[in-house]
């Protein structure tokens, strides 16, 4: 059986917004499955930990680990609003773009 990945076989940059490293600052539960089959995953630059409220969104780890270094950002945590399946459509296109 194939090892699962882990939040901490990638390295996580800082937020563009100049914060916290979100694993090395105690952010570890800024890193999350949305989904129980593991599909769709988010990042977020807590403002509970003075962060900006970034949020990034990725179809597996290693894709919301680049996109997170990338400095993308899909919404913010104080407007957030948008629902799984937008989240899913957003990612989705963004894999398609790197194809």
Not at 65 to 85: F, H, I, Q, Y
Request: hydrophobic share 30%; proline share 2%.
């Amino acid at each position: 059986m194939p090892k699962s990945d882990s939040i901490n076989d990638y390295l996580w940059e800082k937020c563009i917004c100049g914060g916290k490293q979100i694993l090395k600052d105690g952010g570890i539960d800024s890193i999350y499955p949305l989904n129980r089959e593991k599909t769709l995953y988010n990042a977020l630059c807590k403002h509970d930990d003075d962060g900006c409220g970034r949020v990034v969104y990725g179809a597996s780890l290693k894709h919301l680990n680049s996109r997170w270094n990338e400095g993308v950002e899909d919404e913010n945590e104080k407007t957030a609003c948008m629902l799984e399946t937008e989240a899913e459509e957003l990612v989705s296109a963004d894999l398609a773009k790197q194809e």
